[in-house]
Nanobody, 126 residues
C-alpha cells in the first residue's frame, strides 16, 4: 500500500490562506495523477483539485480562482494553495494518487484514485 502524507492544515480566519502539502517517499508523484479531496461532517467527499502526470490541472467550480494545485518534482510533493478561504471550505482534506494515465483533465471523482492519505483538518472560523 503506497503511503501519502498530508500536512499544512489548521485554523484560519475567513479570507485567509493555507497551503497543504502531499508528500510520499514511495513513488514519484510526477509519474502519477494526484487529487485533493475534502469531506466535511455529514457531507460526501468531494473532489477539489487534481494534477496529471503532464501537469494538467482541474478544479471544482467552488474553488476556481481561489485554490491552486502545483507540484514540486524535486521535493516529490504536491501542494494545494488555498486563498480567500470561506467557512464552507472547512473539512478534512485528503490527497490521493492514481498510477493510471487519463485522457483529458485529471479526474475529480474519487474512484480512479487507489492510494489515499490520512487527511489534514482545515478549519475556517473567526
Amino acid at each position: 500500500q503506497l503511503q501519502l502524507v498530508e500536512s499544512g492544515g489548521g485554523l484560519v480566519q475567513p479570507g485567509g490562506s493555507l497551503r497543504l502539502s502531499c508528500a510520499t517517499s514511495e513513488f514519484t508523484v510526477g509519474y502519477s495523477s494526484i487529487g485533493w479531496f475534502r469531506q466535511a461532517p455529514g457531507k460526501e467527499r468531494e473532489g477539489v483539485s487534481s494534477i496529471s502526470r503532464g501537469g494538467g490541472t482541474n478544479y471544482a467550480d467552488s474553488v476556481k480562482g481561489r485554490f491552486t494545485i502545483s507540484r514540486d518534482d524535486a521535493k516529490n510533493t504536491v501542494y494545494l494553495q488555498m486563498s480567500s478561504l470561506k467557512p464552507e471550505d472547512a473539512a478534512v482534506y485528503y490527497c490521493a494518487a492514481s498510477r493510471r494515465g487519463f485522457v483529458g483533465l485529471p479526474p475529480l471523482q474519487s474512484g480512479p484514485y487507489a492510494y489515499w492519505g490520512q487527511g489534514t483538518q482545515v478549519t475556517v472560523s473567526s
